[in-house]
C-alpha cells in the first residue's frame, strides 16, 4: 500500500464511531463578545482518503455479483478542530488530526469498498449502509491482509471555516510532533489571507477560572453525511447512477450542514497542571467532544489559553497550554500574535545616570475581540520599577508613555509588562564616557579630535558606527567594533565648519552624548607690561564668558610662541564672565607672541646693559666731571692772579 500524507478537511472519525450516541449541537447561546469573536477563527479540520481499492476475485456474497471489484477511496475520515494562528492563514490544530496511520487509511478504503458493493449489488433495498458494514467490515479486512484486496491511497486535509462554499486544501504542514512522543500540535499553512486569528495568552489563568472551548462537533456530521447517504437511495427519483455520484451527492450534504451549523462552544473551569503521556497539560472541567480535538480553549476576551489534543465526551478534559504553541511556531519562524501586541521600546534620553527622569514610549495595538484596560508596567534589573492604567479599544493603537526615574547607573536589563503581553529591552547597554576635545578652542577650518571611552555591556560583539555633527554642519564618522563586555578609546577626527560656538552630538549605536564645541568666549585680553626687563614678571589676562544654555567647565591654555605655557580649568554658569590672569617670565630679551584661543598678543623683553659697560660709564661720567672740575679751577685761579 502507497501512503503520501498531503492534507484536507471535513469530518468522520469511522464508522464504528456511529455506535456512540451522538451528541447535538449545542442550542443559542449569548457568549462573552471575545469568545463569540473567537468562533470566527475557529476552523474545522478534516483529514480525507484519496485512492483507490479492488480485488476479491472469486468472492461473491449471498450469491450476488462477484469480484473483482473496484472503486474510488475519496472521502473524509479523521475529523477535528483549528484555529488560525496569525492572518497569513497559519492554522493550529492537534497533530493527530492530520496524521492518518496506514490501518486508518485501510480502514476507510475499506469503507468505501463495502459502500461500492452496497451500491452496486442494491444491497440499500435491504439493508442501511451502517448495518451492512459492520456485517461485512471483518471480511473484507481479511481478504487485505490476504492480499486479495490492492488498497493506493494518501491523505489529503483541508480546512472549513464558516461561511465559506468550499473547504480549502492545507498546502503544507509546517510543523507535525508525533504525539507519541511529544507535543499533539500541528501547524497547517492553508494560502488564505487576511485570516481572523486568536491572540495567545501568555499565561492562563488560576485553577476554578471559567474557560471555553470551540470545536466542531464531529459526531453530528458525521451522522449527516450517512444519513445523506441512505436518504438518497431511500428516493428512487434521487438515486444517482453510479457510487461515486452517490458520494458526492452525500458530501455536498454534509458541507452545507458545515455552511449551516459551524463550531460549537461549551463552557467550564480550569483546573490543574499535569502530564497526558509525553505532554504538558492542563485539565479542563467540562464537555469536549469528539471533533474539538485540535480546537481552542479561550478566556472570557477570547484570548487562547491552549489547543485541545482530544475530544473526551465526559466531564473533564485536557489541553496543552499556549507557551507550547508559541514555542512551535517560532521554532519553524511563523509568527502568531498575542491579543496585545507591543511595538519597539524606545527610551530618552539613550544615556540614563542614577537619580535621572528618563521616558519609555511604545505603540500598543489591540488585537483581541474587546476593549482592554491595561496596566502597563516597567521594570528593570537595577529595581527600577513605574506603573500606569492604559485603555486599547478593539482593532486601535495607542502610543505608551511611561516615566521612570533610573534606580542607579549603569547597564540594566528590563521589560515592559501590559496585561499577559512583555517586551524586553537593555538601558544603556552601551556607554560613552571620558568625553574630550583637543584644542580645547577650535578655528573655523581647524583639525581637532574628540575622545571617548566606549563601554559595551551587552553578552555580543558590537560593531558600530561612530558618528559627530555639530550645529555648524561640521561632520565626521568612523567605524568602531567593541567585544562583549568590554571598553574602546574612539577618536575620532573632524574640520571645524565655522569659527565660533557650536553645539553636537557624538552617536555611536543607538546611544549618544551631547557635546559643546568652543562653549567659552574669550575677549579683552591684555598683557602689562608690554616691554619687561630680563626676568621681570609679566601679567596676561583675559575674560572668559559662557555663551552655553547650562554650566560649562572648560580649560583656558596659554600658549607662547606656539607652545602650551600654562592652563587654567573654569567651571561657569551661564552666561558668568571670569577674569582668568597668567604670570610669566622671560630672561632673553626677544618679542613674544601670546595666544588664548583666538586672541592674539605680544611683549617684548628689552636687553639688559653689562656690568663692565657700567662701570665704564661711571669712570668715564666721574673722569669728564674731573676735569670739568680742573678747568674750572684753573680758570677761576688765573682770573684771580690777573687782578
Not at 462554499?165 to 494560502?191: K, N, Q, S
Not at 497526558?276 to 476576551?301: C, K, Q
Not at 491552549?306 to 511556531?329: C, K, Q, T, V
Request: aromatic share 8%; proline share 4%; with cysteine.
Amino acid at each position: 500500500m502507497c501512503k503520501n500524507i498531503v492534507v484536507h478537511i471535513l469530518l468522520v472519525s469511522g464508522l464504528l464511531s456511529l455506535l456512540l450516541a451522538p451528541p447535538m449541537f449545542a442550542a443559542e447561546t449569548q457568549y462573552p463578545q471575545g469568545v463569540a469573536a473567537a468562533k470566527e477563527s475557529t476552523v474545522q479540520v478534516t483529514a480525507w482518503i484519496d485512492g483507490t481499492v479492488s480485488g476479491g476475485a472469486g468472492w461473491s456474497i449471498d450469491a450476488r455479483s462477484s469480484g473483482p471489484w473496484s472503486f474510488d477511496a475519496r472521502g473524509p475520515w479523521m475529523v477535528g478542530s483549528g484555529f488560525f494562528a496569525n492572518e497569513d492563514g497559519d492554522v493550529f490544530t492537534a497533530a493527530h488530526v492530520v496524521d492518518l496511520a496506514d490501518e486508518e487509511l485501510v480502514d476507510g478504503a475499506i469503507m468505501y469498498f463495502l459502500g461500492g458493493i452496497w451500491f452496486e449489488d442494491k444491497w440499500y433495498e435491504e439493508l442501511n449502509f451502517e448495518t451492512f458494514y459492520n456485517y461485512l467490515y471483518w471480511w473484507a479486512w481479511e481478504l487485505w491482509l490476504d492480499d486479495e484486496l490492492t488498497i493506493t491511497a494518501e491523505e489529503a486535509d483541508y480546512v472549513h471555516r464558516l461561511g465559506d462554499e468550499e473547504p480549502h486544501m492545507v498546502e503544507d504542514i509546517r510543523f507535525r510532533e508525533d504525539p507519541d512522543t511529544g507535543m499533539d500540535i500541528a501547524i497547517l499553512a492553508t494560502g488564505l489571507t487576511d485570516t481572523p486569528y486568536i491572540g495567545l495568552k501568555k499565561a492562563a489563568p488560576p485553577e476554578g477560572s471559567q474557560a471555553y472551548v470551540i470545536g466542531y462537533a464531529s459526531i453530528d456530521l458525521m451522522v449527516e453525511f450517512w444519513q445523506a447517504m441512505d436518504d438518497i437511495m431511500e428516493d428512487p427519483r434521487e438515486r444517482p447512477d453510479t457510487f461515486d455520484e452517490l458520494m458526492r451527492k452525500a458530501e455536498e450534504r454534509m458541507l452545507e450542514c458545515l455552511r449551516k451549523e459551524g463550531p460549537s462552544v461549551e463552557v467550564g473551569l480550569l483546573g490543574s497542571s499535569t502530564r497526558m503521556y509525553n505532554m504538558d497539560a492542563r485539565r479542563f472541567h467540562g464537555t469536549t467532544w469528539g471533533g474539538f480535538s485540535g480546537g481552542p480553549i479561550v478566556d472570557e476576551l477570547g484570548n487562547c489559553l491552549g489547543l485541545l489534543p482530544w475530544g473526551a465526551g465526559d466531564s473533564r478534559g485536557y489541553f496543552i497550554p499556549s507557551e507550547h504553541l508559541n514555542d512551535a511556531s517560532r521554532g519553524v519562524g511563523i509568527n502568531t500574535y498575542p491579543a496585545l501586541e507591543i511595538g519597539s521600546v524606545e527610551i530618552e534620553p539613550s544615556f540614563i545616570e542614577a537619580g535621572q527622569s528618563f521616558k519609555v514610549t511604545a505603540e500598543v495595538s489591540n488585537l483581541g475581540f474587546v476593549r482592554g484596560d491595561y496596566t502597563a508596567t516597567l521594570k528593570l534589573s537595577d529595581g527600577t520599577t513605574s506603573s500606569q492604567g492604559l485603555t486599547v479599544e478593539v482593532g486601535q493603537s495607542e502610543t505608551l508613555t511611561l516615566s521612570a526615574v533610573k534606580a542607579s547607573a549603569g547597564f540594566s536589563t528590563g521589560s515592559l509588562e501590559i496585561g499577559d503581553t512583555s517586551i524586553d529591552f537593555m538601558v544603556n547597554p552601551l556607554e560613552i564616557s571620558s568625553l574630550q576635545i583637543e584644542p580645547s578652542f577650535i578655528e573655523g577650518g581647524q583639525i581637532f579630535q574628540v575622545t571617548a571611552e566606549v563601554s559595551n555591556f551587552t553578552s555580543v560583539r558590537g560593531d558600530y558606527t561612530a558618528t559627530l555633527k555639530l550645529s555648524d554642519g561640521t561632520t565626521s564618522s568612523q567605524g568602531l567594533t567593541v567585544a562583549a563586555g568590554e571598553s574602546e578609546t574612539l577618536a575620532l577626527f573632524a574640520v571645524k565648519a565655522s569659527a565660533g560656538f557650536s553645539t553636537g552630538s557624538l552617536e555611536i549605536g543607538d546611544t549618544s552624548i551631547d557635546l559643546i564645541v568652543n562653549p567659552v568666549e574669550l575677549s579683552n585680553l591684555t598683557i602689562e607690561p608690554t616691554a619687561a626687563a630680563p626676568g621681570e614678571v609679566t601679567r596676561v589676562q583675559v575674560e572668559a564668558r559662557n555663551v552655553a544654555e547650562q554650566q560649562v567647565t572648560s580649560v583656558i591654555s596659554l600658549n607662547i610662541e606656539g607652545e602650551e605655557e600654562a592652563t587654567e580649568t573654569l567651571t561657569l554658569e551661564s552666561g558668568a564672565i571670569e577674569t582668568v590672569e597668567f604670570q610669566v617670565t622671560r630672561d632673553t630679551p626677544d618679542t613674544y607672541e601670546v595666544t588664548i584661543g583666538n586672541l592674539k598678543q605680544s611683549f617684548t623683553v628689552q636687553p639688559a646693559f653689562p656690568l663692565t659697560a657700567i662701570i665704564l660709564i661711571i669712570i668715564g661720567s666721574l673722569g669728564v666731571a674731573g676735569i670739568a672740575v680742573g678747568t674750572l679751577a684753573l680758570r677761576r685761579s688765573r682770573r684771580q692772579s690777573g687782578e
